[in-house]
């Protein structure tokens, strides 16, 4: 429970009272009850100024690094997010591990690379169904639901693995079994969010969140290489599995989180995909939202030329490929601890604006780099940027869209976090084939910036999208 408010003594003495407020000072409003005099009794309540530079650097630290008050106020928020962020890592995990696997089955890059493949066309199908099912029934039940199979999954996984199945085909199975149970959990927790804390805070718990996927996007394969080392792929399956324990434990303590109909609509006994897509296309601040990380994907994803970059342009190996692919998720995770700022921020559309620039930019800037330590560093400014778009383009579509509609919302941003990637892989891939890995990545950058810099004339009231009044 929190402290009972204190209240300062009544001081009798005026000059006393007056030496003691000569420094700064705040009106304090005398709680209900207090001695007054027929109206509210104002008093002077001395503040105690820092102590220098020290107190000013304390001051600048703390607005910086990420603002922890969604978990202080909320204990359902609180347990969601240690729950995934345990599962990410366990999940991430996983996916290193079905890659060795796959790899070690069949020796072929190829082979390794349909794993991806598996995945994406569950994703891009059953993200959108499952954002409709999330706005039609208790998203809480879905949830449980979609994270009770992908434990399942990752329990079948070590029991192939300890049984000795050599079985590629097995293994894509699953991964694609994985992907309809996370296209099904992933909209469900999103859209539950803006129900757990209020409005002011989503940006800070958005942060939280994108703290919490960088984690697993950095810790986890750094584990499972770990565990595969040590004990095999088993280890790291199972490991997966135990950590949904969290994840599930989180679920099953929210209250039901049916879906609230809008103001002046009855809630729907069915979900459209196709409403939900006739939504977003009279909603233009939304629409921009998702254009604009298309952009960063398609064009700016370098992800694809890492290897040949490794080799051609800083003359390196398979440990050059991992610092290269490690740098924007590194970035990414940085830019979510010190995101203390972005709850300050009402403009979101032109923050949004700004990032994607910035990422464009950045990329370009990577692909012109000659010395390795300057490539990384490029590539965790370029992590740290889409870090911020991502923060401010989930809060601006919790705040702006209704809540029976966040659901299907969320299954088209799941389909376009995962699509928008893999097409970049083919578009940066395509183009390093007909010209060179650095003209596709300084080439990329460039598409970007003009691409995003052409939405902002094409959308120009988003970059006017004010927080304080979200409108989609």
Same mark, same amino acid.
Request: with cysteine; charged share 10%; net charge positive.
């Given at each position: 429970?929190?402290?009972?408010?204190?209240?300062?003594? *009544?001081?009798?003495?005026?000059?006393?009272?007056?030496?003691?407020?000569?420094?700064?000072?705040?009106?304090?409003?005398?709680?209900?009850?207090?001695? =007054?005099?027929?109206?509210?009794?104002?008093?002077?309540?001395?503040?105690?100024?820092?102590?220098?530079?020290?107190?000013?650097?304390?001051?600048?630290?703390?607005?910086?690094?990420?603002?922890?008050?969604?978990?202080?106020?909320?204990?359902?928020?609180?347990?969601?997010?240690?729950?995934?962020?345990?599962?990410?890592?366990?999940?991430?995990?996983?996916?290193?591990?079905?890659?060795?696997?796959?790899?070690?089955?069949?020796?072929?890059?190829?082979?390794?690379?349909?794993?991806?493949?598996?995945?994406?066309?569950?994703?891009?199908?059953?993200?959108?169904?499952?954002?409709?099912?999330?706005?039609?029934?208790?998203?809480?039940?879905?949830?449980?639901?979609?994270?009770?199979?992908?434990?399942?999954?990752?329990?079948?996984? =070590?029991?192939?693995?300890?049984?000795?199945?050599?079985?590629?085909?097995?293994?894509?199975?699953?991964?694609?079994?994985?992907?309809?149970?996370?296209?099904?959990?992933?909209?469900?927790?999103?859209?539950?969010?803006?129900?757990?804390?209020?409005?002011?805070?989503?940006?800070?718990?958005?942060?939280?969140?994108?703290?919490?996927?960088?984690?697993?996007?950095?810790?986890?394969?750094?584990?499972?290489?770990?565990?595969?080392?040590?004990?095999?792929?088993?280890?790291?399956?199972?490991?997966?599995?135990?950590?949904?324990?969290?994840?599930?434990?989180?679920?099953?303590?929210?209250?039901?989180?049916?879906?609230?109909?809008?103001?002046?609509?009855?809630?729907?006994?069915?979900?459209?995909?196709?409403?939900?897509?006739? @939504?977003?296309?009279?909603?233009?601040?939304?629409?921009?939202?998702?254009?604009?990380?298309?952009? *960063?994907?398609?064009?700016?994803?370098?992800?694809?030329? @890492?290897?040949?970059?490794?080799?051609?342009?800083?003359?390196?190996?398979?440990?050059?490929?991992?610092?290269?692919?490690?740098?924007?998720?590194?970035?990414?995770?940085?830019?979510?601890?010190?995101?203390?700022?972005?709850?300050?921020?009402?403009?979101?559309?032109?923050?949004?604006?700004?990032?994607?620039?910035?990422?464009?930019?950045?990329?370009?800037?990577?692909?012109?780099?000659?010395?390795?330590?300057?490539?990384?560093?490029?590539?965790?400014?370029?992590?740290?940027?889409?870090?911020?778009?991502?923060?401010?383009?989930?809060?601006?579509?919790?705040?702006? *869209?209704?809540?029976?509609?966040?659901?299907?919302?969320?299954?088209?941003?799941?389909?376009?976090?995962?699509?928008?990637?893999?097409?970049?892989?083919?578009?940066?891939?395509?183009?390093?084939?007909?010209?060179?890995?650095?003209?596709?990545?300084?080439?990329?950058?460039? *598409?970007?910036?003009?691409?995003?810099?052409?939405?902002?004339?094409?959308?120009? =009231?988003?970059?006017?999208?004010?927080?304080?009044?979200?409108?989609?």
């Amino acid at each position: 429970m929190p402290n009972e408010p204190l209240t300062p003594p *009544a001081i009798a003495d005026p000059e006393l009272l007056s030496e003691l407020t000569a420094g700064p000072a705040t009106d304090v409003i005398a709680p209900a009850g207090a001695p =007054a005099a027929g109206s509210v009794t104002v008093t002077r309540a001395v503040v105690a100024a820092p102590a220098g530079a020290s107190g000013r650097l304390g001051r600048l630290a703390k607005g910086a690094l990420a603002d922890v008050t969604p978990l202080r106020t909320s204990a359902h928020f609180r347990r969601l997010w240690f729950g995934q962020s345990v599962s990410s890592i366990g999940q991430q995990m996983t996916a290193l591990a079905i890659s060795v696997q796959v790899y070690a089955l069949t020796g072929s890059p190829f082979a390794t690379g349909l794993v991806g493949l598996c995945s994406l066309i569950p994703l891009v199908v059953f993200g959108l169904y499952g954002g409709a099912i999330a706005d039609t029934m208790d998203r809480r039940k879905l949830g449980l639901f979609g994270a009770s199979g992908l434990a399942v999954l990752s329990a079948g996984l =070590a029991a192939q693995a300890l049984a000795g199945v050599h079985h590629v085909g097995v293994l894509y199975g699953i991964v694609a079994l994985q992907a309809v149970c996370f296209a099904l959990n992933a909209p469900a927790r999103a859209s539950m969010v803006p129900r757990l804390v209020p409005a002011e805070q989503l940006p800070a718990a958005n942060a939280l969140s994108t703290v919490s996927m960088n984690l697993g996007l950095t810790a986890g394969p750094m584990l499972g290489g770990l565990l595969i080392g040590v004990w095999s792929y088993q280890a790291a399956y199972l490991f997966d599995a135990v950590a949904f324990s969290a994840s599930l434990y989180a679920m099953w303590r929210l209250p039901s989180m049916r879906p609230e109909a809008g103001p002046g609509t009855a809630a729907k006994p069915r979900a459209s995909v196709l409403d939900g897509l006739r @939504f977003l296309r009279d909603r233009p601040n939304l629409r921009m939202s998702f254009l604009a990380d298309l952009a *960063a994907m398609v064009f700016g994803m370098p992800r694809a030329l @890492f290897p040949a970059l490794a080799v051609v342009l800083y003359h390196g190996d398979a440990g050059t490929v991992g610092l290269l692919a490690a740098a924007p998720a590194v970035g990414a995770l940085l830019g979510a601890l010190f995101s203390g700022w972005v709850g300050r921020v009402n403009r979101h559309g032109i923050a949004v604006i700004f990032a994607v620039l910035a990422w464009g930019l950045s990329i370009a800037g990577f692909g012109l780099a000659r010395q390795l330590w300057l490539g990384l560093i490029l590539l965790a400014m370029a992590g740290a940027a889409d870090t911020v778009s991502m923060i401010f383009r989930n809060t601006i579509m919790q705040a702006a *869209a209704p809540d029976d509609m966040r659901g299907r919302l969320q299954g088209v941003f799941v389909v376009v976090v995962a699509g928008g990637p893999r097409l970049g892989d083919f578009e940066s891939g395509t183009v390093a084939q007909f010209t060179s890995p650095t003209f596709s990545a300084v080439s990329g950058g460039l *598409a970007c910036v003009v691409t995003m810099l052409l939405l902002t004339l094409r959308y120009p =009231a988003f970059a006017r999208y004010d927080a304080r009044n979200p409108t989609a």
